[in-house]
């Protein structure tokens, strides 16, 4: 598994927009980049999924470079509620593949 | 939307006894887990099941636990003989066929007195 690095927390304002860059410089040709997210006392959940370029969902876009060693996680306008753990994850897609928590990114949104 | 649910929210049991938690994952997911979390720490890796049997387990996962999956439904994670360090989040996870996330129930709070 590569492994990724991570700011351990990051603070924004509401309303801002918040990218969150993940380094992973060992990824491997098939291993896709996975983010998680965790609101305290909670299950993590899935955020998005990509391979290359850009994925956009309706929570958030993910931009990979070409060279694929590092990923941004970008929340546009967050808002108090997005304060949470956001974990930056780089593996092959197998269903049955058990997941490798780091620490992650605590995100504190402020009024 | 479908879910993943887990009975309790919290147990409170004293150390040395059993317990079993229990998850409810979605319907037509084929792969579950048990993961868990201890305060201030990261989210670990306990087991992994599918078909009946378990495919992976980590070091955490000694004898003293055990998972089922007793019919259709339930996937239950038993601790045998509960020991102080057992207090943490207790999460379940399922994947299904057409997808590769895994959808985590909302966990169970262990507290070994």
């Known amino acids: 598994l590569a492994k990724t690095t991570q700011p351990i927390s990051m603070d924004s304002y509401e309303g801002q927009e918040v990218n969150i860059t993940c380094s992973h410089n060992n990824i491997a040709t098939n291993d896709y980049i996975t983010w998680y997210q965790q609101f305290p006392s909670q299950g993590p959940r899935f955020i998005i999924q990509g391979y290359k370029t850009k994925v956009t969902n309706e929570v958030a876009s993910l931009f990979i470079p070409a060279d694929r060693k590092s990923s941004t996680l970008s929340l546009p306008r967050v808002s108090l509620s997005d304060t949470a753990v956001y974990y930056c994850l780089v593996g092959e897609r197998n269903r049955d593949d058990k997941i490798i928590f780091g620490k992650g990114t605590r995100l504190h949104i402020l009024p | 939307e479908p879910e993943v649910t887990q009975t309790p929210s919290h147990q409170v049991t004293q150390m040395g006894q059993e317990v079993i938690l229990r998850c409810v994952p979605i319907?037509?997911?084929?792969?579950f887990y048990w993961y868990r979390q201890i305060l201030g720490q990261k989210v670990e890796f306990l087991v992994s099941?599918?078909?009946?049997?378990?495919?992976?387990k980590s070091e955490i996962f000694d004898d003293q636990f055990s998972v089922e999956r007793p019919d259709g439904s339930n996937f239950t994670l038993k601790i045998r003989s509960t020991k102080l360090e057992d207090s943490a989040m207790y999460f379940c996870?399922?994947?299904?066929?057409?997808?590769?996330?895994?959808?985590f129930g909302p966990g169970t709070r262990l507290t070994v007195t």
């Open positions: 099941f599918y078909n009946n049997e378990i495919s992976e």
């Open positions: 996870a399922s994947t299904g066929s057409d997808s590769y996330e895994q959808y």
């Open positions: 319907s037509n997911h084929l792969y």
